[in-house]
């Protein structure tokens, strides 16, 4: 009976472990969810943002109709801006990477200053390491997505053992 136990556990233990370790991923990405619900909650309202969930993150698109603040009253919160609501909503920039693409109706020029002017924002605040090229974009859920400013966030799970200062009382934030 012990010997059954044993290989009962040899069998089903690593399949346990591996289901546990792919749900820290998945509470992470629901967390994403609703921090992204709650922080754009005003823009979602307005009309002037819209959220498409993914499997591993969510999609945020700056709907056309939306004005993106390109003065010093934007950057210092004089002004609501839908990209500061953005931000507040991200989970530690170590476990995200951010996707950027302009799907609007003007012209290929208006789109890539839109782009432009997302990426200046990021800089700003420092978080342009999480901007990923967009040759590398993965495929968007749904074709009917709407047209905007669509920054796409991925969820990215770092390999706890990797991390500088493991097992020191140091570590970087996990997807937990």
Do not use: H
């Not at 200062?165 to 997807?175: A, I, V």
Request: aromatic share 4%.
């Amino acid at each position: 009976m012990k010997r059954s136990a044993l290989c009962a556990i040899a069998v089903f233990g690593p399949l346990i472990l591996l289901g546990a370790c792919s749900s820290d991923a998945q509470r992470s990405v629901d967390l994403l969810n609703r921090r992204m619900q709650t922080s754009l909650k005003p823009e979602i309202t307005d009309n002037r943002v819209a959220l498409q969930p993914l499997p591993d993150g969510v999609v945020v698109t700056l709907l056309d109709s939306t004005k993106l603040p390109d003065d010093v009253g934007a950057m210092d919160n004089r002004e609501r801006d839908p990209r500061a609501s953005l931000i507040e909503g991200l989970l530690a920039p170590s476990l995200v990477q951010l996707y950027v693409n302009d799907t609007g109706a003007g012209s290929e020029l208006q789109r890539r200053k839109r782009v432009d002017s997302f990426k200046q924002y990021l800089e700003e605040w420092r978080l342009i390491t999480t901007l990923q090229t967009a040759e590398v974009l993965p495929a968007v859920a749904s074709a009917d997505a709407p047209a905007g400013l669509a920054v796409t966030i991925r969820v990215v799970c770092p390999d706890r053992t990797s991390w500088p200062g493991y097992g020191q009382g140091q570590s970087d934030p996990s997807c937990r």
